[in-house]
């Protein structure tokens, strides 16, 4: 399996403007999870979903950010509009509850940077 | 109190050193227990899972402690390869799978 594949690896946009991560979570895993990272917060968990539907999204700083599940294949995490404090690694992580609580396996990540 | 806590450090030790990471939880209901590693502009990865009666994995071991609300990572015999951040990971709540993750400890080996 070629693991959590995640697009795009850099993006650098204006403030303003709309941003789309998209993620795709390796076959068979029936969780996938949003985080973000920054020196000042740390990992924090922005919304999950099970069997893809959204199960908690508490996470989510505001209405300028959503997150859909199409598929079990697929994933996005739109900002719209972006600010520059939305700047931050974003990965996506996916699991498999029989195999283990918690046990995650991340993309990459995708560094968002908005000027 | 943050759910999960843990000393940023960094730890600065010589190849070969023992080194341990304490990771402090603030449910009592929490039920699984992981350490991730992060090397600097990766992804973390799963280290290993934290057993009620403690756990080894080669130069690593990893310990709970349920009364006082904590797990620890020790790593014995330091390699220059082991320096990265080392993430703790509880689950949010009791029964619940939402895993929570503290800000990461930083281990610099140094020759």
């Known amino acids: 399996d070629a693991g959590v594949i995640q697009s795009p690896r850099h993006e650098v946009t204006e403030m303003g403007q709309e941003v789309t991560l998209r993620c795709k979570p390796i076959?068979?895993?029936?969780?996938l999870f949003w985080y973000r990272q920054t020196m000042m917060r740390g990992l924090e968990l922005l919304i999950y979903f099970n069997n893809n539907v959204p199960i908690d999204d508490s996470g989510m700083p505001e209405d300028r950010f959503s997150a859909k599940m199409p598929n079990a294949s697929f994933s996005t995490l739109k900002i719209q509009p972006s600010e520059p404090r939305d700047s931050a690694v974003y990965f996506c992580a996916s699991s498999f509850r029989g195999l283990g609580a918690n046990v995650l396996t991340f993309g990459a990540g995708s560094r968002l940077t908005v000027l | 109190r943050k759910e999960v806590e843990q000393d940023p450090g960094p730890f600065n030790v010589p190849e070969g050193a023992t080194v341990a990471f304490n990771c402090t939880y603030s449910n009592s209901a929490s039920q699984s227990f992981f350490w991730y590693r992060q090397d600097c502009r990766k992804e973390p990865k799963l280290l290993m899972s934290v057993y009620s009666s403690g756990n080894e994995d080669g130069r690593f071991t990893a310990q709970l402690n349920r009364a006082s609300q904590y797990i620890s990572l020790l790593i014995r015999d330091s390699k220059l390869s082991d320096s990265a951040t080392y993430l703790c990971v509880v689950n949010k709540s009791g029964g619940s799978y939402i895993p929570t993750f503290g800000r990461g400890t930083s281990l610099i080996v140094h020759p």
């Open positions: 076959s068979g895993h029936d969780y």
